[in-house]
Each structure stands twice: as structure tokens, then as C-alpha cells.
């Protein structure tokens, strides 16, 4: 797939959305599946906010991957010949050295150095008074030399000056004597005869002038040699006072020096208390043998790797605490970018490292491998007098040979040592052109992966749900036939519940036949109690005569009929296990008001209980009860008995007929009585018989309705699948 790390990240992104759209539109996925996916985009969310890239240090325990890492980076991780690393270890380039630890309970802890911040103050304080005492001292040695150099000048001015004097009086001194001449004494002698010669005169005059020049340059030169004996004191004063006042400055700049110094102690104290805290804790949260978090971040100022890169130092992938094998397939699962296999150089690629190699192919873009040990390696050569580059070459031929069979991709394979110095020099500046040509795609890379990944999970569960769904559509013809044959034979257990339903139905249809006959025969009582002579009392019995046997007979039809209904009802009950709504019904079926019963007009009535549902349900429950015998006892008297009725008083006849009327129903109503009672256990097979086919269609409904159902379900499964397969082939292309 050769995408743009910006079109990774769209693709990416919509892929989320395809999959957070499914989740929250479908309901057949469990709270375990749903948990399971929703972990997938949350590491793919996470991966989002964080730009850098993070290269995973991985491999067996022992290995030497916390060594190659404490090499690369300067963090004082505990190492050991024992199986050390317990926790995820971030390493990142920091400003300073820092380190928080994430616990397995959720709380964080971080680290707390002793605060430096007033020591850097106070030394940076003493630095300062340092250069300026500095200052200070090499500003005093420039004045006191100045000094000294403006004194040294001045004596030396003063003594040319001295000297100038000294001269001009050896020069008065020879023009005087040069101006008095030869015999000046003579003329001196003659001094008083001035007046009168001239010359001696002049004479005397300038030799007078001569001698006070002379005494002016004595003069001069007593104040010359006074001003230069001044000036060379001021001199030597000067000469002698700048080493004083030299030394004076330079204690001052000592004492300042010594005070820096101490303060830089100070700091330099908390600094390695502050180390050996930071070392002691990564201890503690690192070490199997203390107590592990389960996340370190760290930060060191020392490291020479990029700003934007992470390394991830993780527990060996075989180590004895699944705990910890899950923490650092977490590393390689969520957060590596790219991976590091970390190979002992002596057994390089064990198989725990192919399995792992396997199962990693899909989480990781870019893959390298550093096989480690190798001062290990060439000292165990030295010792058996083997060859130590060719026991590398042939180390290096062997991880790559076991490797390529799983991976297919370019890779590195470095050989590295990370114990000694030099060692650790040299394997910077093997991973130095590694930084510099990381791939700036891996970490759209990697997250792509996990998105294809999620997308492929998320089809496996739908492909588990349709083999589910599938499994239960082909079993469900089974079940439910023995589901069918289960309660029908329950049915048949309920012999009591169904005596006692047949009976009720027996009660309820005498009860509503009696209703009826009694509201009919009413009427006709009514008709011949109105009757005024004999000939309407005999019109009106001739009508009744004529009226009673249709009459009866779509009576005792209408009773099968609600019979019939009734006892289809009864069934109903009897299948569904509601005998006493059953019973309730029945009783507000006897409060509904019978209608009239005639030839012409009770087909359409629906005063009878189950009238408008239960026509032809006596014909349907296959019952048919015969009746009809009230005339005949009406006919049994004969015209000459009816004669004998109207002979006698109206009202007597009319009581007489009456009575003659009521024996007939009533004969009416207990040969209704007996039929019923005489069939009641062919009722009662007939309810069972209405209840099994009532259980069986009311079985076979659910049953399409479940079928429909389920086949629903499972298409709607399948259109999920098949959405996420085009979004797979998306990603995958």
C-alpha cells in the first residue's frame, strides 16, 4: 500500500467511524465483544493525540535489552545477570531528569528531587561576586598601575626638571665667570670710578646681572631638587603600595572564588543525592525484585536521541509472571511504532522469539534486530581459541536465516555491546544514522495495522454469530417439535384441570339455555295471562302451539352452537394454563341479557356468549343435541282435553295451561340436562383434542415467527460482515 501518511491517517479515521457506527447500530454483539473492540479504538484514539514515535526494545528475558537501552540513553536502568525489567520503561529526552511511574492500582507517582533551585541561586550569587571581585581586582591593579606609572612619570619629569636646573647653573655659573673676565678684581677695585668710565661701568653691571641670574638658578634648582625629592617618594610610595593593595584584591577575589566553590559543592551534593534518589526509585519501579509499576516515564537531559522519539524498554516476552508478558505485548501491540529484537549474540533466534516474531507480524510496520553480548561472544572465542569474527558472521547468518522464513521485510541487524565504555561509544554511533533515517510514516503506519486489526476482529465476532445464528435455525425444527410434543403431553397429564373445564361448560350452556327457555316461556305466559275471553285464550294457545316447536328447535341449535364455543374456549384455556380467567369469563358471560329467540331472527342475535365467534362451533367440535318435546306433551291432552279446559272458568283455564306450558319446558330442560350430562366425557376428549390443536397452531406460529426472526437476525449479521469486509479490503489495498 503505497498511501501518504495523511491519507493513512484519513483512512485510518473513517475506518473508526465504520466501526464506532456498527457498534452503536447493532445489538447481537456481547458486552465482552463490545469491550474487546472499543480497547482496539481507544489504543487507536490514543495513538492519534501523541505524535512521536515509539521504538519498542523487545525479546527474552536476559537478553540485554536494558542494557543496550541504558547505553543509548544515560538512564541508570537496574541491570543484573538475573532477569531484571518488570515494567514498561518510556524514555524520552527531557530538559531534566524525571521519572513517573504509573502503578498497576491506577495511582501515579512521580519523582520528588531535593529542590536545587536555592542552591543555583546562591551559586550563581557567588558566581556573580566572583567576576565581580575579579572585576574589581583587575580594575584596582589598573589604577594602582596607572598610579604608579603617573608617579614613575612625574619623578622622572621632576628629575629632568632637576637636571635642567643643575645645568643652567653650570651655565650661570660659566657666563658669570666668563663675563667678570681676567682681572675683574682690579676693576672691581676700580669699581668706584664707574661713574666716571664707562666701560667698567658696563662691566660691573654685567656681571651683577650674570650673578643674579646665577643665584635665580640656584634658586631654581633648591626647588627643583625639593619638588624631585617629593615626586621620587611619591614614586616609591606608589612602587610599594600596588602589591599591598594588589594582594588586598586578589584575598578578596580568593574568598569569592572559595564561596563559589563551596556553593558548587552544595549543588553538586543535592545533584547526587537527587541521582542516587533517581536511581534508587527506578529500582523500585523497575526491578522485579522491588515493587514494578506498570508504566515509567522518563525523562533525562543526557540522551542523544530525536526530541519526537520514545524508547520503550519491556519486560522480557517469556518471563515467568503473565503480568508481565502482557505488559510488554501491550508495548508491541499498541504503542511500538517500530521493534528492536534483542538476541542474545551466543543463541541467537530462539524459538520463544520466532513464536513471538509470528504473532507480532500484524502490530508492527518496521522491524530491526541487535544482537547483543558481543564482548561476551569474542572472550568465549578467545577462551576456546575459535575465531570471534567468524563466530559473528555466522551468529549474524543464523538470526537472519531464521528469521526471513517469518519476516519479509528490509531490516537492520546490528551486533553490539553495551557493558564498557568504549563499547557503549561505539554503539551510539551505530544507531545514529538509525535516528536520522527513521521512516516518517511508521507511526500512520502502525496505526493503520491497528485498525485493519480492529476491523478483522470485528468480523471474526459477526462470523462467530452467523455460525451461531446458522446452528440455531438448523436446530430449531427439532427443538420445537420436541417442545410440540412435550406440552401436548403435558396436556394430557392435566386430567383434573380438564374435568373441571367440561364441567363448566356443561353448567354455563344448561344456565344459558335456561335463561332463554324461561325469558321465552315468559312471553307466552305474558300472551295468555292477557287473554280476556276463551276464543283469545284459544287463539292464543293454537299460536303457541304453532310457535313452539321452531321456537325449541333454534333454542337447542343455538345451544349446541354455544356449546360448541364454549368448550373451544375451554380448550384454549387448557393450552394456554388460564383455567381461571376461564371461569371468569364465564361468569360475565351470564350477566349479558338474552335476546329473543324466533324462527326468523335468531341467526343474527348475539345474546349468546360466544354468538359472534361460535356459529358453527358445536358443528365444528362435532356435537349435535336433539330436542324439541314440549309439544307433543302440549298435543298429549287432545281437543277433547283442551274442551274440557275451556269449559271451565278463564282464569282457571288460563292457570291450567300455564301449568300444562311449564311441564312441558320443564321436561324440555331436563332431557337438555341429560344429553349433556349422557356426552360429558366425549366433551371432555373433545377439549383435549381442541386443546392439542390449539397448542400445536399456536406452536406453529411462534415457530415461523422465531424462524423469521432468527433469519432476520442472521441477515442482519451478514450485512454488518459485509460492510466491514469492504472496509477491510480498504485497508488492505
Not at 504 to 516: P, V
Amino acid at each position: 500500500m503505497n498511501l501518504q501518511p495523511s491519507e493513512m491517517s484519513l483512512l485510518t479515521k473513517q475506518s473508526c467511524q465504520v466501526i464506532e457506527q456498527i457498534l452503536k447500530t447493532t445489538k447481537f454483539f456481547t458486552t465482552n465483544e463490545r469491550d474487546r473492540i472499543m480497547i482496539r479504538l481507544a489504543q487507536i484514539h490514543r495513538r492519534t493525540r501523541d505524535p512521536r514515535i515509539f521504538i519498542a526494545f523487545i525479546g527474552e528475558k536476559k537478553a540485554g535489552k536494558t542494557a543496550l537501552v541504558r547505553a543509548l540513553t544515560g538512564v541508570p536502568l537496574p541491570m543484573a545477570v538475573r532477569e531484571c525489567t518488570a515494567a514498561i520503561c518510556e524514555i524520552q529526552v527531557g530538559l531534566d531528569w524525571h521519572h513517573q511511574a504509573q502503578m498497576t492500582d491506577g495511582n501515579i507517582e512521580a519523582f520528588l528531587p531535593v529542590d536545587e533551585t536555592v542552591n543555583q541561586i546562591r551559586l550563581r550569587e557567588a558566581a556573580k561576586e566572583e567576576v565581580k571581585a575579579t572585576n574589581a581586582s583587575v580594575k584596582k591593579l589598573e589604577d594602582l598601575n596607572k598610579m604608579v606609572e603617573e608617579a614613575s612619570k612625574e619623578e622622572l619629569q621632576a628629575q629632568e626638571e632637576l637636571n635642567d636646573a643643575k645645568s643652567l647653573v653650570v651655565v650661570r655659573e660659566k657666563d658669570l665667570n666668563e663675563t667678570k673676565g681676567s682681572f675683574f678684581n682690579i676693576i672691581e677695585f676700580f669699581s668706584w670710578l664707574s661713574w666716571l668710565i664707562s666701560w667698567i661701568k658696563t662691566r660691573l653691571e654685567a656681571v651683577a646681572t650674570a650673578e643674579k641670574m646665577l643665584s635665580e638658578a640656584h634658586l631654581d634648582l633648591g626647588k627643583k631638587t625639593e619638588h624631585f625629592k617629593l615626586k621620587q617618594k611619591q614614586a616609591e610610595d606608589a612602587r610599594n603600595t600596588l602589591p599591598v593593595e594588589y594582594k588586598k584584591s586578589q584575598d578578596v577575589v580568593s574568598e569569592k572564588k572559595q564561596h563559589k566553590e563551596s556553593e558548587q559543592q552544595q549543588l553538586e551534593a543535592v545533584k547526587k543525592q537527587n541521582a542516587q534518589q533517581f536511581q534508587n526509585e527506578l529500582q523500585r519501579y523497575v526491578d522485579l525484585t522491588g515493587t514494578p509499576a506498570e508504566k515509567v516515564t522518563i525523562h533525562t537531559p543526557n540522551s542523544n536521541i530525536p526530541f519526537n522519539i520514545v524508547l520503550l524498554d519491556t519486560p522480557g516476552f517469556n518471563t515467568d509472571k503473565e503480568v508481565h508478558r502482557q505488559l510488554a505485548w501491550r508495548a508491541i501491540e499498541e504503542m511500538a511504532d517500530l521493534c528492536i529484537l534483542v538476541s542474545d549474540l551466543r543463541q541467537p533466534m530462539p524459538n520463544t522469539a520466532l513464536q513471538m516474531l509470528e504473532r507480532m507480524e500484524p502490530f508492527c510496520p518496521h522491524l530491526h534486530v541487535a544482537l547483543t553480548k558481543s564482548d561476551l561472544a569474542y572472550k568465549e572465542a578467545d577462551d576456546l581459541g575459535g575465531d570471534p569474527e567468524e563466530e559473528i558472521r555466522e551468529a549474524e547468518q543464523t538470526a537472519r536465516s531464521r528469521i526471513s522464513d517469518r519476516w519479509e521485510h528490509k531490516m537492520t541487524i546490528w551486533t553490539v555491546a553495551s557493558v564498557e565504555e568504549d563499547d557503549q561509544i561505539r554503539t551510539r554511533k551505530l544507531f545514529e544514522s538509525f535516528w536520522n533515517d527513521l521512516p516518517k510514516d511508521a507511526r500512520e503506519q502502525k496505526s493503520l495495522m491497528l485498525v485493519k486489526q480492529a476491523v478483522h476482529e470485528l468480523m471474526e465476532i459477526c462470523s462467530f454469530h452467523m455460525r451461531k445464528m446458522e446452528d440455531q435455525i438448523t436446530k430449531f425444527n427439532s427443538v420445537a417439535l420436541d417442545l410440540a410434543f412435550s406440552l401436548v403431553s403435558d396436556l394430557e397429564k392435566k386430567d383434573s384441570e380438564r374435568i373441571e373445564l367440561t364441567a363448566q361448560c356443561i353448567t354455563h350452556t344448561l344456565e344459558l339455555f335456561s335463561l332463554h327457555l324461561e325469558e321465552q316461556t315468559k312471553e307466552w305466559k305474558d300472551q295468555l295471562a292477557q287473554c280476556e275471553t276463551k276464543l283469545q285464550l284459544r287463539r292464543c294457545w293454537d299460536n303457541i302451539k304453532n310457535a313452539i316447536q321452531p321456537t325449541f328447535k333454534q333454542l337447542n341449535h343455538q345451544s349446541t352452537q354455544d356449546l360448541g364455543a364454549t368448550l373451544n374456549k375451554a380448550s384454549l384455556a387448557l393450552a394456554t394454563s388460564k383455567e381461571n380467567e376461564f371461569a371468569q369469563t364465564l361468569k360475565n358471560d351470564l350477566n349479558i341479557k338474552p335476546s329473543k329467540i324466533t324462527p326468523d331472527t335468531s341467526q343474527t342475535k348475539v345474546g349468546w356468549a360466544w354468538a359472534a365467534g361460535g356459529m358453527v362451533a358445536g358443528g365444528t367440535m362435532g356435537i349435535a343435541l336433539s330436542g324439541g318435546i314440549a309439544l307433543p306433551l302440549l298435543l298429549a291432552a287432545g281437543a277433547g282435553g283442551l274442551a274440557n279446559l275451556l269449559l271451565a272458568p278463564l282464569a282457571e283455564a288460563k292457570e291450567q295451561l300455564i301449568t300444562r306450558l311449564d311441564n312441558a319446558l320443564q321436561a324440555e330442560k331436563d332431557l337438555f340436562e341429560k344429553q349433556l350430562n349422557g356426552q360429558k366425557s366425549t366433551f371432555e376428549e373433545k377439549v383435549l383434542r381442541s386443546a392439542e390443536k390449539e397448542l400445536k397452531a399456536e406452536l406453529e406460529k411462534k415457530e415461523q415467527q422465531n424462524r423469521a426472526k432468527l433469519q432476520a437476525k442472521l441477515k442482519k449479521i451478514q450485512q454488518v460482515w459485509n460492510k466491514l469486509f469492504e472496509q477491510h479490503q480498504k485497508v488492505s489495498h
